[in-house]
């Protein structure tokens, strides 16, 4: 068994199909070796003040470093990178009316660190989502070539489709070996694992997750990129940090004071600076 390679040019429908299949697939070389050099050289300075895990599942000889879009601008092509975008909106289309961004991490997995325990994603949310919702699309972008020796991605391909109780063994896993500049894309029920680094260098992974409009985010991207930073970003980003509404009702706000004419409560584009003109729809503004 083994997981589908895909070129950077496949279509969405066929990255849907190796996704319903196996649960993730790898789309090799999509970035080129300059944009992996600024993304590495933009998180370095990052990574190097981040301290390894503080357990066996984060990983105590691997450090972890969010807050990507507000710390690294090198980053943020790749959270709106369109061939992401369009395997997350695809896939998590059929559950929801807007995806957002749940969680923005480099993985530097160390020398010497164990394999992590085989896992879904999905349990972020604990166990209370029915199991034919999709919740999550995940990427890990590989900034440093992926082997087996460095701790390449684990997978077992088609266990989204598992009955619950069936116990995963590591014998059964693929490891999602790619180039730098590649991407693994994996869905939230497939599970999964970093791998044991058994190289002398770092193997070291961009995580960008998606999930589903009306999920709480891992990582609190309101925290993570405030709206004084986020106010300067595209709308396309801002709208994934969640900067938008999750839909008709959900995710507005009440402003400070009313404003002349207008609804004291606000959809979050104006908190960022958006006039509300353009955050309102036309419906309130009489239009
Ligand atoms: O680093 C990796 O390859 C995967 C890490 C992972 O699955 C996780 O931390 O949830
Ligand atoms: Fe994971």
Redesign the pocket.
């Known amino acids: 068994m083994s997981l589908q390679t895909l070129a950077p040019n496949a279509a969405t429908e066929q990255i849907l199909g190796a996704l319903q299949r196996d649960g993730a697939c790898i789309l090799r070389d999509v970035l080129d070796p300059a944009e992996v050099a600024g993304i590495r050289a933009d998180t370095e300075p990052w990574i190097e003040r981040s301290q390894t895990g503080p357990d066996d599942?984060?990983?105590r000889k691997?450090k972890?470093t969010g807050a990507l879009v507000a710390r690294c601008p090198s980053c943020r092509p790749i959270v709106t990178h369109p061939l992401a975008l369009a395997a997350a909106r695809a896939f998590l289309g059929p559950y929801c009316e807007r995806i957002q961004l749940h969680l923005t991490?480099t993985?530097d997995?160390l020398p010497g660190q164990k394999a992590?325990a085989l896992?879904r994603?999905r349990l972020a949310w604990g166990g209370y989502l029915p199991r034919e919702i999709e919740p999550q699309l995940?990427t890990?972008w590989a900034l440093t070539e992926?082997t087996e020796e460095n701790?390449?991605?684990?997978v077992i391909p088609g266990s989204q489709h598992w009955d619950p109780a069936r116990q995963p063994d590591r014998k059964e896993s693929v490891q999602?070996t790619m180039s730098e500049g590649s991407v693994?894309l994996y869905t939230g029920s497939v599970i999964?694992?970093?791998?044991a680094n058994r190289s002398p260098a770092p193997?070291i992974?961009m995580?960008i997750t998606y999930c589903l409009g009306w999920l709480r985010q891992e990582e609190n991207q309101y925290l993570s990129c405030p709206p004084e930073i986020a106010r300067g970003l595209d709308q396309e980003l801002t709208d994934l940090l969640g900067y938008t509404m999750g839909n008709y009702a959900l995710g507005y706000y009440a402003a400070p004071e009313m404003l002349e004419g207008l609804p004291d409560t606000l959809p979050p584009e104006f908190a960022i600076g958006r006039s509300i003109r353009d955050a309102l729809p036309n419906s309130l503004l009489g239009e």
């Open positions: 599942f984060t990983g691997t972890r991490q993985i997995i992590q896992h994603d995940n890990i992926f701790g390449a991605t684990h999602a693994l999964h694992a970093g791998g193997r992974g995580n």
